[in-house]
């Protein structure tokens, strides 16, 4: 009886591991390349100097003009006082 018992055991085990795993799909986010650098009028992100072309990860609108910069960081930090940051980087 113990035979059969330890039997069943093993078959139970053995049925679980047959459910095939179920395969997430793979989303490839290129976070880093949602904006053409083309997009942008700035060459340099305001906030950190890294150069755009490295990958813009947010964009801010500011008086017709469209800056990119690598994170929402940068700009939110270039938003808190655009015009200081336009000043130093003519
Ligand atoms: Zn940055």
Do not use: R, W
Not at 5 to 24: D, F, H, R, T, W
Not at 64 to 70: A, E, L, M, Q, S
Request: charged share 25%.
């Amino acid at each position: 009886m113990k035979i059969l018992q330890s039997l069943l055991i093993v078959l139970l085990i053995a049925s679980c591991n047959n459910a095939a795993p179920v395969e997430k799909p793979v989303v490839t986010k290129d976070e880093t390349h949602k904006y053409p650098v083309s997009m942008v009028d700035n060459k340099k992100d305001f906030s950190c100097g890294m150069p755009v072309s490295a990958g813009i990860g947010d964009t801010a609108h500011y008086k017709g003009k469209v800056y990119g910069f690598c994170s929402t960081e940068c700009k939110d930090a270039f938003l808190e006082k655009p015009d200081s940051f336009l000043q130093a980087n003519k």
